[in-house]
Nanobody, 120 residues
């Protein structure tokens, strides 16, 4: 069974930094995109950062210059380095990935989410 497991969330003060990790495990052939989203209760889930396989990345305007997405393909892991955190960054952060489990068969998977709270 394929799983995405996030870690690294927590409570931090404004201006501090935090790094999230998400690792894919189980039986699969390959990983495509590995992205980060976040969701605040009562709001839609929004894209935070997208890691394109060739090393490029896309970011939400609200996090540009503060967040950095990276991935370690050997470890099937994507990271989200967050600096200059603001209270409005408080949300549950989710990892999502396109995973091929069989030749010609790929699906989008989501992790269970990790809470990030920015508060003084």
């Amino acid at each position: 069974q394929v799983r995405l497991v996030e870690s690294g969330g927590g409570l931090v003060q404004p201006g501090e930094s935090l790094t999230l990790s998400c690792t894919a495990s189980g039986n699969f052939i390959s990983l495509g995109f590995m992205d980060w989203y976040r969701q605040v209760p009562g709001h839609e889930r929004e894209m935070v950062a997208q890691s394109v396989y060739n090393g490029r990345a896309n970011y939400a305007d609200s996090v540009k210059g503060r967040f950095t997405i990276s991935r370690n393909n050997a470890k099937n892991t994507v990271y989200l380095q967050m600096s200059g955190l603001k209270p409005e960054d408080t949300a549950v952060y989710y990892c999502t990935a396109l995973i091929m489990t069989d030749p010609g068969s790929q699906s989008t998977y989501w992790g269970q989410g990790t809470q990030v709270t920015v508060s003084s």
